[in-house]
């Protein structure tokens, strides 16, 4: 095997400690590799049968990250070794104390709490990439992140199963109205009823949303014996006997449950209101899991004292503490009191995801996404840029870089790019864009230090430029 890759000496006249104006270095012979798109957590032979070259943007001892809202250990681990600073908060931040936090971190990892604002992303100079350890991203600036060259990772997966087994234990809570006989009992109160409890067993879920766990949902309630109906905007193929329905009216007259599973977007606010409640069944329950903007909380609460709705569980709300305590009062939101004073209803503190397979899941999958764009600028998975890869380098390329070009998405850009490129032996080459912004990734062979600080002064003179790293 050839020798390991060896670091390339920089004098580059005022051009370090900055993320988007760094140079790289090697990294030592025990650091250990990110997943490659091969699948291996561990340096892997690559289809020439050598084994792959190890990158780092610059010092390990110099990448900052924040990692707020209790990011669970096995992501944490994964950072700490790649020899990255790593600061561990356990709660979210305010809005102003977090600008104060951001300034120099290269690196930030949250949960849904922390709002990532233009305003907060601004102050940012230094951040490359986000990681949210969580399913959605709406609490981040995915636009401007993008505009400036800082790529957002999530985990669309990761916590599926545990929110679908969270909406089955509400299904059944609801149906047999546990949580006010426990309540009583927990007062001294013994009150054994059948009036109004039921069992699931051959009633119809409705499921708005088929994604990752409104699938995982139906196939978990058809095993309990229920009928599963489902809508969703686009054609998707059921599992088991689940049946699409043409329209979320049909769904809602039809099912007994009905559970939402969508994401936050200006189509789904408010998306159950007034009127849907008048197209659900007499006496029907309704769960959600997915956003707290999608269910318009007034009108529950109206269709619970009318007994229209029988039912509810809520595990998200349009307001959030930013930690535990105290906190869910009309202060919070204006509603909240006549909420929590209605029978039959289940209210957890998002906690779909909650659990401790989840969140070692998420930690891995986000932890291993954000070592890869750091280390060699993959963007596979990334939710607001292109998704670029080239195979790994090869430990027999010592003098071989990665150029990473963020820009503008205008014409006339890549004949510039390759126009710079074009002195030098460019290995491989890729480029793809995502609306306003494209990325582009190159290995280029056979280049000293003198000659890859030209390449980046040149790349970053281009007015098309967003962000340029070079890795090697």
Not at 99 to 125: E, M, P
Request: glycine share 8%.
């Amino acid at each position: 095997m050839a020798s390991s890759a060896q670091n390339i000496p920089i004098k580059a006249n005022g051009l370090k400690g900055q993320v988007s104006n760094s140079f790289s270095a090697s990294p030592p012979p025990t650091f250990h590799s990110p997943m490659s798109s091969y699948g291996s957590t561990q340096a892997s032979r690559v289809t020439t049968g050598l084994f792959a070259k190890q990158l780092k943007p610059f010092a390990t001892e110099d990448i900052k990250i924040l990692l707020l809202e209790n990011i669970n250990q096995t992501g944490r681990d994964i950072l700490a070794t790649q020899g990255y600073q790593v600061d561990f908060l356990q709660s979210s931040l305010p809005e102003d104390e977090l600008i104060a936090r951001i300034r120099d971190v290269h690196v930030i990892g949250i949960r849904s709490k922390t709002k990532l604002t233009a305003r907060v992303l601004h102050a940012a100079k230094n951040l490359i990439v986000i990681g949210c350890f969580c399913i959605g991203t709406n609490q981040v600036d995915l636009q401007y992140a993008a505009q400036h060259g800082i790529a957002v990772f999530n985990s669309p997966f990761s916590n599926s199963r545990s929110v679908a087994e969270l909406i089955i234990g509400e299904i059944i809570s609801l149906a047999r109205q546990l949580g006010d006989r426990s309540n009583e009992l927990h007062n001294g109160r013994w009150n054994k009823v059948s009036t109004g409890c039921w069992e699931i067993r051959g009633k119809t879920l409705g499921i708005i949303g088929y994604g990752h766990i409104g699938s995982q949902l139906s196939v978990l309630a058809e095993a309990m014996g229920m009928s599963v109906v489902y809508f969703d905007t686009i054609n998707l193929m059921s599992l088991g006997t689940a049946r699409q329905v043409s329209s979320l009216e049909v769904l809602l007259r039809s099912s007994d449950f009905v559970t939402c599973h969508v994401p936050e977007l200006p189509e789904t606010r408010n998306m159950i209101g007034p009127e849907q409640f008048e197209q659900m069944k007499d006496g029907s329950f309704l769960l959600n899991a997915s956003r707290g903007s999608i269910v318009d909380i007034p009108a529950l609460i109206n269709a619970m004292r009318t007994e229209k709705i029988a039912g509810a569980a809520l595990d998200v709300y349009p307001s959030e503490p930013g930690g535990n305590g105290d906190h869910f009062t009309n202060n919070l939101n204006s509603w909240a009191e006549d909420l929590r004073a209605l029978k039959n209803i289940i209210l957890t503190p998002h906690i779909g995801g909650s659990t401790e397979e989840a969140q070692r899941a998420i930690g891995v999958e986000v932890s291993e996404a954000l070592v890869r764009y750091v280390n060699e600028g993959a963007t596979l998975g990334a939710v607001n840029m292109p998704e670029v890869n080239l195979r790994s380098l090869t430990m027999d390329e010592p003098n071989h870089v990665r150029v990473i070009y963020i820009h503008h998405n205008v014409p006339g850009v890549l004949r510039k790019v390759n126009e710079i490129l074009g002195d030098h032996n460019v290995d491989k080459q890729m480029t793809d864009n995502r609306g306003e912004v494209a990325y582009l990734m190159a290995d280029i062979s056979n280049v000293n230090s003198h000659e890859i600080k030209n390449l980046y002064e040149s790349l970053e003179n281009l007015t098309s430029r967003i962000v340029t790293r070079v890795l090697y």
